[in-house]
């Protein structure tokens, strides 16, 4: 039953896979400010007609989910069985949902901290790894030892202030009363026909968003203006910070809506198999996502230029077309506006379409033109081994994984009664609440994927090493590693949980690449000049 508490802002997040060879999480906010002026007449009449078809449509809603769209397919038909049988047995009166949730909350942080602690010693010493001491300098390498206790100590803080705000949403049954905020919103200023459960929803999911963009202004602040900046790497102003932040709420409207409102109506209008065809949904939006990111999204936020005729430029494309590579444009990417840190990537849907190479201005400002080839070399790796596509196949067999397993879970109504939803059993809140069931296995399923993505990045780097950029990859690598002060070494256990690539020394040992002279000190020959930013055209 909707309540009377005051409107309130939100945010929701969704992710979506890049073409790069690895994995990474775009996040699209969305956001909803809503306010109710003291001068204005309380609509009391529309009020109790929008609540009167709130509760019709509720009892059509009913209706329509006992109505299953059918299953042609035996063996989806077979696992729709198996699945109803799982959910009607975890489906217990007074079962404690909460102390589950709060016992896999607390033993996940502190899983993540104990792995912290176990990195955090290794931080400390100040002995360079014997495979790195011809290459590092002692000062580099301190200056590393530095930024990564300094991250570690960052992310102890805000994940403890994290944890702490979890924990204390579900003690005072946070969310049943910002859905019943939502719901007052929705009655009194949403047009009938959008009066439903879907607007209620997505005005929840905004405004517990709003809510956590509102706590960690402070952290993601500190993050980019102090310890960014204390170690060089932080280009941004406040003002470019803040326009960010603009941009995103302006995707998250135009994104975050349709997808959230098609997600909620795929599930109600297909019954207790929706899972397929919910996954069947995100499977279009995940492809789509890959070819609208760097044509609309990444123009918003960087400024893409085209690399400038030259040698480099001549040898890439060369090597693109030895390897079939069906490039369109090599461009480069303002990333010093934001940040020191330094990459390459390219762009495109994995298996068909013309691609573009990114190449990062750091990076072609701090290397010769042969380690800019050779981490592209590296990059053309993973598109001739298929590492995009077999990524995107993991990704979908996850979410199918997840989507029917939350079919066991949706019409649980002992999970809703345990955390304040008596009466109300909203699929939004019922996907929430299956996320924080399922978040121990995130864990497992973290270690597992890094696994076969760092078996990636070697075959990549063998790839390369294969068409004879070994010395030149091995130096890029290293000067990736000084330009980004990452960590040269690392606990064992840590890192097979936080590293989805091979740390450097493991990457130089599999390269069997041994250096004779400090890398920091290797000037380019006259043949070899770094890549300046003048180079490019403007």
């Given at each position: ?261 098609a997600f909620l109506s795929i599930i109600k209008a297909t019954g207790q198999g929706f899972f397929y065809y919910l996954w069947m949904f995100m499977l279009v939006v995940q492809i789509t996502g890959m070819t609208i990111y760097p044509i609309l999204i990444v123009p918003l936020f960087n400024k893409l230029e085209p690399l400038k005729p030259g040698k480099l430029k001549e040898s890439v494309e060369a090597l693109a077309s030895k390897l079939n590579f069906p490039l369109s444009e090599l461009q480069v990417i303002d990333g010093s506006k934001r940040s020191a840190h330094s990459n390459a990537y390219f762009t495109g849907l994995p298996w068909i379409g013309k691609k573009k190479i990114v190449i990062y201005d750091t990076l072609l400002e701090k290397s010769t033109e042969k380690e800019v080839e050779a981490v592209l070399a590296h990059e053309l790796g993973h598109w001739k081994m298929n590492h995009t596509s077999r990524l995107l196949f993991i990704s979908q067999a996850h979410l ?139």
């Open positions: 039953k909707r309540g009377e508490l005051t409107p309130g802002f939100g945010l929701v997040t969704f992710s979506l896979p890049s073409s790069k060879p690895e994995k990474f999480r775009m996040s699209i906010l969305a956001v909803l400010a809503m306010s109710e002026p003291s001068w204005l007449p309380r609509p009391k009449q529309r009020v109790e007609r929008t609540r009167a078809n709130a509760q019709q449509e509720n009892e059509m809603n009913k209706a329509v989910q006992g109505c299953d769209v059918p299953l042609r397919n035996p063996a989806l038909a077979l696992t729709r069985g198996t699945l109803k049988r799982l959910a009607r047995w975890l489906d217990r009166p007074l079962f404690p949902w909460k102390r589950l949730v709060v016992g896999f909350s607390l033993a996940e942080f502190a899983l993540e901290n104990w792995l912290l602690f176990r990195q955090y010693r290794v931080l400390q010493r100040t002995t360079v790894p014997k495979a790195l001491d011809k290459e590092i300098e002692r000062d580099t390498f301190d200056k590393s030892q530095e930024y990564g206790r300094a991250k570690a100590k960052f992310s102890f803080i805000s994940g403890l202030f994290n944890q702490v705000k979890s924990l204390a949403t579900l003690y005072f049954n946070v969310y049943p009363l910002v859905w019943a905020a939502a719901g007052t919103v929705v009655a009194r200023y949403a047009p009938v026909r959008f009066s439903g459960e879907i607007t209620q929803s997505l005005l929840f999911m905004y405004m517990l968003g709003w809510i956590d963009l509102i706590a960690g202004l402070g952290f993601s602040y500190y993050h980019s203006f102090v310890l960014e900046e204390k170690f060089g790497f932080n280009k941004m102003t406040v003002k470019l910070w803040l326009t960010d932040m603009v941009k995103g709420q302006a995707l998250a409207i135009a994104f975050g809506v349709p997808i959230g409102s199918f994984y997840m989507f029917a397993l939350f079919s066991v879970f949706i019409d649980n109504r002992s999970l809703y009664a345990d955390f304040g939803f008596h009466r109300e059993h909203p699929t939004i809140v019922g996907f929430m609440l299956f996320n924080e069931i399922l978040s121990p296995t995130d864990s497992i399923i973290k270690l597992l994927l890094n696994i076969w993505t760092r078996s990636m990045e070697y075959e990549a780097d063998a790839f390369a090493v294969k068409l004879g950029y070994a010395r030149e990859l091995g130096a890029s690598l290293i000067k990736l590693q000084i330009q980004n002060l990452s960590s040269m070494d690392a606990d064992w256990f840590y890192s097979s949980f936080h590293h989805s690539h091979p740390i450097l020394t493991e990457r130089l040992k599999a390269m069997n690449w041994t250096g004779d002279k400090k890398v920091s000190e290797d000037k380019a020959k006259d043949d070899e000049k770094p890549v300046k930013a003048a180079d490019r055209e403007l």
